[in-house]
């Protein structure tokens, strides 16, 4: 899939005000600081498209952009920033959450998840939630460029021992960088064929 258009459409909290769930529709989420702005500039080709920010937790609310005018492309907020308020913490989870469960339209949730670290509960957790509520989605595990080959292989062998436990089988995924591009060709070739209805 080529990328010839990406264009902004909408920014909200709420599920009633996003657009028109006439496309299918791709969300990317992730512990805060996980590479999601970056990672989506990298799919796009567009150096700032998603706001970058050192600060974890900026990305707030719900971001829409189109794609080719075909598809639509999903920013959500990061979860397990610590230093917010349970209060908007709270927040975070009642929107989101009601999100990810009321868009008729969202053929596939991109879990990332940071390639360097050990598993992390708030990740597993989340996705055990994604599954008991039937969402579909895949797993992209990020900054894969900061790891020897043997080291990467060794933690998504890990991600795969622990969720074995509980899960039937290894739910799909996708090793990126945004320095090489690792990752780019498969994540929007797996688009492509959502959209056609090839898998």
């Known amino acids: 899939m080529e990328i010839k258009e990406a264009r902004f459409l909408v920014s909200n909290t709420e599920v009633e005000k996003c657009p028109a769930a006439d496309k299918p529709e791709y969300a990317f989420i992730g512990r805060s600081n996980v590479g999601k702005s970056s990672l989506i500039n990298m799919l796009t080709k567009r150096k700032s498209l998603a706001k970058i920010s050192g600060k974890p937790g900026k990305t707030r609310l719900i971001n829409h952009f189109l794609i080719n005018d075909e598809w639509y492309l999903v920013d959500l907020p990061g979860y397990g920033y610590a230093s917010l308020p349970l209060k908007e913490r709270k927040k975070w989870e009642k929107f989101v959450k009601g999100y990810i469960l009321k868009r ?92 056609r209805g090839n898998i």
């Open 104 to 195: 008729t339209n969202l053929y596939n949730l991109f879990v990332l998840i940071d390639s360097r670290h050990q598993p992390m509960p708030i990740d597993l957790e989340f996705m055990e939630w994604l599954g008991l509520s039937q969402i579909p989605f895949s797993i992209i595990f990020t900054k894969t460029d900061k790891l020897k080959p043997a080291e990467l292989e060794n933690n998504i062998k890990n991600y795969e021992k622990i969720m074995l436990e509980k899960w039937e089988s290894m739910p799909g995924y996708f090793t990126t960088s945004v320095l090489t591009v690792q990752g780019r060709e498969e994540i929007l070739k797996f688009i492509s064929d959502v959209n």
